[in-house]
C-alpha cells in the first residue's frame, strides 16, 4: 500500500527567505514521487518529479526536492520565496501511474 | 497541446437530479480517473479507468458511476446527488509510459 504524510498542513515564510515543504511517504515498491501546486480557485500544475534517476530533482521556479530513499522522505525546498509561490502543495505517489495518492496538502503562506 | 477538458467548469444542482460531468483526454492515455478535493484531505480517487471497458473503485466510489466506452472520455456520473457530494471535482489521465497524471481544471459542485 502506498500513502504520503505531509507534515505541515500550513507554512509561513517571509518573502526572500529559504522555504521547506515536508512529505513522507509509505510504499510497499519503488515509488514515483511528485509535487503539484495548486493556486487559488486553479487547476493542479506538476513542479517536479522523481521517476527513479536523479535523486535531486528539479522543477520549475526555482522549486527542487531530494529523494531519500532511508528516510522516506521527498521534501520540497526552495532558496528564496516569492509572493507568487503563495498557494497549496501536495505531495503525491504512485507505483503503476493508474492511482496517485495524495498528501493533505500544505498551505504556503508567504509574507511581504 | 496536450489537455484534459472537464465541462463544466461550475455547477449547482437539487439533490436527487441526476448530473454528469464530462471529461476528455488528447493523449492517448490508457489511464483516467476521477478524484475529489475536500478541504484538510487533498485529493482522493474515486473511479479509475486502466482502458476502454476497464473501470475499478477507487477510494471513495459510494454515490458515482463511470464509464469508458471510448479511449479518449471518461464521464463521472452522479445518479442521485446528496449534499455531501458537494466537492471540487478533478479528472486525471496517464499513460504507461508517461511518468505523471495530467489534470483538468476542475469541476465545483454545489448540492443543495
Redesign the interface.
Known sequence: AQSVTQLDSHVSVSEGTPVLLRCNYSSSYSPSLFWYVQHPNKGLQLLLKYTSAATLVKGINGFEAEFKKSETSFHLTKPSAHMSDAAEYFCVVTIYFNKFYFGSGTKLNVKP | EAQVTQNPRYLITVTGKKLTVTCSQNMNHE?M?W?RQDP??????IY?S?NVEVTDK?DVPEGYKVSRKEKRNFPLILESPSPNQTSLY?C?S???R????F????TRLTVV
Request: hydrophobic share 30%; charged share 10%.
Open positions: 489511464y480517473s478524484y484538510g484531505l487533498g485529493l482522493r480517487q479509475y486502466m477507487g478533478f486525471a496517464s499513460g504507461r508517461v511518468p505523471e497524471a489534470f483538468g481544471q476542475g
